[in-house]
């Protein structure tokens, strides 16, 4: 066969031979990732009964409730609630009328500020504090500053019953693993109270072996749904609630029936309350201080450590050792897209807060690891994780938020 005819065949075959490898490839990559997605579905619903488990393959379909890539929606306020003098309840509602999905019990939602009055574009997150099968969403915020800069600031007083704002999720790590011979103990401070009332709500449509929630207020003024767990302390015996307030008024003693008791409780009186801690699930929100020492306690009074699971609302102080083993060694970040390179100062607490002071433009949304909205591409180095990220990364990225420079190190950013 002369040369002229193997050419076209010797093509044809490498042509062949490119197809099968690319498909191949393809196969493979989609067999992995839907392996993945089934396995990951299946851990997460090991635990709920079938019923919720059902639910939750139909909401979520093929992807599973931490993979799923969140998806933006514009909503109308159609509800605005005082819950306590600096708390007040949004209820949202999809602009178009559609009900929106459900969500886990414990999860949040990232919100939107939109750029006006010179301010620029934030982004804030806030958990989902209803039910969880509504329809409709609802956040409950804490006026944290009156600056004009806050975010929960510009909820309070410009948004109202029929503004639109624009919301991402809902998502988050930190949600209700419902198994149904299992204690849940809900462990609430202040404001933190919001991500366990959707959890308390489905303990009570679940066959647990019991319900404890400890809720810690400040004093009477600042009490977020103590009215609704008042009333659910009466309604849902099955329900253990305690509720402390700091700072008790002049002259009232505490509720007959202990529901309203005075000071501040710890771990002994939560540990005392319980009857099989090997049985019993944790769930922590409140301030970072307050949460490390009563996981301590429960630890220490034999609670599992692997079954307290917490939810933190703002950004943590690295420990003491990692600020001294990066002051043993400096290391420096380059910035790519803004072509700054200097030096990590060692007291930064993450590598975004250095990124700001470094007037590196990156967006974020909650500081704790939680919403993704900061993720940037390291192109070069490595980094060290403070916190465990709750969101799913992609290869190469980073979540500047939640970690520091391990060595130099070059960021798309
Ligand atoms: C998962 C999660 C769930 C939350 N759920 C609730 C909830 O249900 N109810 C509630 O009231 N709050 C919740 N928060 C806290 C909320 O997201 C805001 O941090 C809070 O409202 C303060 O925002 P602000 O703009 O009013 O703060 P400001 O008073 O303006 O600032 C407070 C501090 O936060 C710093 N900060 C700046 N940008 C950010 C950012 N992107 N993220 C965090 N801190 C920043 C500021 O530098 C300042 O030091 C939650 C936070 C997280 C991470
Ligand atoms: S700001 Fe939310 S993950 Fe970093």
Redesign the pocket.
């Known amino acids: 066969m002369s040369h002229w005819t193997i050419a076209p065949i010797m093509l044809l075959a490498a042509a062949i031979v490119t197809l099968l490898i690319i498909s191949s490839r393809s196969w493979l990559r989609n067999g992995l990732q839907k392996r993945r997605m089934e396995r990951t579905i299946a851990i997460q619903t090991q635990c709920w009964d079938s019923e919720i488990s059902a639910a939750l393959q139909q909401t979520y379909i093929n992807l599973s409730v931490t993979e799923r890539s969140a998806e933006w929606f514009t909503t109308k306020i159609v509800r605005v609630d005082h819950e306590s003098a600096d708390v007040k309840s949004f209820y949202l509602v999809e602009a178009s009328g559609s009900p929106l999905p459900r969500f886990l019990p414990g999860q949040?939602l990232l919100i939107e500020r939109p750029l006006s009055d010179g301010l620029p574009t934030?982004?804030?997150?806030?958990?989902l504090?209803d039910d969880c099968q509504q329809g409709y969403w609802r956040?409950?915020?804490?006026k944290?500053?009156a600056?004009v800069?806050?975010?929960?600031?510009w909820l309070h007083e410009d948004i109202d019953v029929g503004d639109t704002v624009r919301v991402r999720g809902p998502t988050?790590s930190f949600y209700l693993h419902s198994c149904a011979q299992r204690h849940i103990v809900l462990l609430s401070a202040g404001?933190g109270v919001?991500p366990l009332l959707p959890m308390f709500l489905e303990t009570l449509k679940r066959s647990h072996a019991s319900v404890s929630f400890f809720a810690q207020f400040r004093d009477v003024d600042h009490m977020p749904f103590g009215e609704f767990l008042l009333n659910a302390a009466h309604n849902f015996p099955k329900a253990r609630i305690q509720m402390w307030l700091s700072e008790f008024p002049r002259g009232v003693k505490g509720s007959s029936t202990n529901v309203i008791q005075e000071g501040k409780y710890t771990g002994s009186d939560v540990c005392n309350s319980i009857e099989d801690l090997h049985q019993t699930d944790f769930y922590l929100c409140g301030p970072e201080a307050w949460q490390i020492k009563l996981k301590n306690d429960l630890i220490e009074c034999g609670a599992g450590e692997k079954n307290i699971r917490f939810?933190?609302?703002?950004?943590s102080q690295p420990p003491a050792q990692l600020v001294a083993e990066r002051q043993a060694a400096p290391c420096s970040v380059h910035f790519r897209q803004s072509n700054k390179l200097t030096d990590f100062a060692s007291t930064y607490p993450n590598l975004l807060g250095f990124a700001m002071e470094s007037h590196v433009p990156i967006n974020?949304?909650?500081?704790?690891g939680?919403c993704g909205t900061c993720a940037v591409k390291l192109l070069l180095g490595k980094v060290r994780y403070i916190r465990k990220p709750q969101f799913q990364l992609k290869t190469n990225e980073i979540l500047p938020c939640v970690c520091v420079p391990d060595g130099n190190i070059v960021v798309d950013a």
Do not use: D, P
């Open positions: 949040h934030e982004f804030r997150c806030y958990s504090s956040i409950s915020v804490k944290n500053s600056s800069a806050s975010v929960s600031r988050g404001i919001t939810e933190l609302f703002q950004e974020s949304g909650c500081r704790t939680a």
